[in-house]
């Protein structure tokens, strides 16, 4: 099967030789190359850096909220499985301990321009609860007017009024766990949740005036079909959310737990996926939405799509994002951060963090300091993740290099990149052609100085 982006054309052969096991790269390095050598200090130097250009860096802000009533066996997420809601009061007290300590760390003056709720289940929070966070956060960090504030809803778990509530609290974008419509596949993940239910999240978002509504979906999921995944994108297509991303389930029972819980049996085949992947691929574009990459897609009106037209695209933890270069303050369990030239990540222990917060520590585990070869190499991944072009002489200025003999082995490598029509490359830039947008994962792993082959089981393929 071949299908059609805009003006090209993306048959199997293609992503049989170029979709190769890879990082997603919302972080270059990416996370498993964070070490415990980066400790509280070292994250303390970084927030309080007020020389280094990032203190004027806006800022981004991530809270994981852990807990969730049930679980889903497709998994991957650091997450607390409790009936006792009970729990997520105490874990609010301590979220304030640690936004009281970063926040002494901070520059007065910075601003927060985007605000992110995951998890776990934000959702999980009582509407008071929900309430009480936003009041701890406007209480230590300043925010700016137009702050893109985002949260991960649980449609299982949300009512009209707590997404009214949630628009009054300033949310403007919310993301659905919508996976697959299926009632035998919800069955085989055990997350129940009939389409009406979605359709009436999304409702209610919009009532509430909500500016952005993505759909999270999941191709590969036990007992799906080529027929049964085209029903589900006959109801998204019908439901029309502004954004949707398209994942790729990857099965690592080895890693993740609950994924022992789904036989194996029931997958789809390698082939199947495939042929899913490019009807979804051919249906989201039919029906009028933009590739914006990897799995990303938008309505053409959406930000997501203006910022990529006006190539100001860019990418963070939580995947594309219209906002500019801004420093990320991860806060709660297993957050990660993005301050400066460095990463730091928290511990995902629940009682380790308690424990490091009661002892005024901060409770960050590991992490990681760029030196400007990594600044280098993550600006030239980032930039292919956004499909920027590489310009040479804009890097050779900023990082005093000479581009075409620093990268001479991976100018080489990218060789068979350009000569399948994936990248163009002349004399002053590397550009990203329609064709190769959906493989700029495999050409990024070209300047992955910390790739080793040996590492790849962790990762997961576009397909
Ligand atoms: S997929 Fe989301 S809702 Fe389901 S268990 Fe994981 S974190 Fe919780």
């Known amino acids: 099967m071949t299908t059609t982006l805009p003006n090209i054309e993306i048959s199997e052969a293609l992503i049989r030789r170029f979709d190769s096991l890879g990082p997603r790269y919302t972080s270059y390095p990416t996370a498993d190359r964070f070490d415990t050598h980066f400790d509280e200090h070292s994250y303390i130097k970084y927030l309080e850096n007020h020389e280094a250009s990032s203190t004027i860096a806006p800022l981004s802000i991530y809270v994981h909220l852990p807990f969730c009533a049930s679980i889903c066996y497709y998994c991957g997420c650091n997450k607390i499985i409790t009936k006792d809601h009970g729990r997520s009061a105490k874990y609010l007290r301590y979220l304030e301990k640690e936004m009281a300590m970063v926040a002494s760390h901070l520059h007065a003056e910075r601003n927060v321009v985007q605000l992110h709720l995951g998890g776990g289940t934000p959702t999980f929070l009582s509407e008071a609860e929900l309430h009480e966070l936003m009041g701890m956060l406007h209480k230590y960090f300043n925010f700016m007017p137009d702050a893109e504030l985002g949260i991960e809803i649980d449609p299982r778990t949300v009512n009209p009024t707590m997404l009214s509530m949630l628009a009054s609290l300033g949310f403007n974008r919310t993301s659905l766990g919508v996976q697959d419509f299926d009632p035998a596949v919800q069955k085989a993940v055990n997350r129940i949740q009939p389409v009406e239910m979605v359709e009436e999240a999304i409702d209610a978002s919009r009532t509430a005036g909500f500016l952005s509504v993505n759909f999270d979906l999941i191709y590969g999921l036990p007992k799906q079909t080529l027929q049964s995944f085209s029903k589900t994108l006959d109801d998204v297509i019908r439901l029309s959310p502004d954004r949707i991303a398209l994942y790729n389930y990857a099965h690592l029972p080895g890693r993740f737990k609950p994924q022992r819980r789904i036989e194996e049996s029931e997958l789809p085949s390698a082939e199947e996926r495939l042929q899913i992947f490019l009807m979804s691929l051919r249906r989201l574009l039919d029906a009028g939405y933009v590739y914006i990459g990897l799995d990303h897609f938008a309505k053409p009106e959406d930000d997501l799509t203006k910022a990529q037209e006006a190539k100001s695209l860019h990418r963070n933890f939580q995947g594309y994002t219209t906002r500019a270069e801004c420093d990320l303050i991860g806060l709660g369990l297993s957050s990660i951060g993005k301050v400066g030239h460095s990463y730091s990540q928290s511990t995902g222990i629940l ?71 994936l990248i ?40």
């Open 424 to 463: 163009n490359i002349d004399s002053n830039a590397i550009t990203v052609t329609p064709k190769g947008r959906m493989f700029v994962r495999a050409v990024g792993m070209v300047f992955d100085k910390y790739l080793q082959q040996a590492t790849s089981a962790q990762y997961s393929k576009l397909i």
């Open 351 to 421: 009682d380790e963090y308690y424990e490091q917060l009661d002892a005024g520590q901060l409770p960050i585990k590991k992490g990681f300091e760029l030196n400007m070869d990594d600044v280098l190499r993550r600006r030239i991944i980032m930039n292919f993740m956004c499909s920027e072009p590489i310009n040479f002489k804009a890097i050779n200025n900023t990082y005093k290099i000479d581009f075409l003999s620093y990268f001479a082995e991976e100018l080489a490598k990218l060789q068979q990149y350009q000569e399948a029509g």
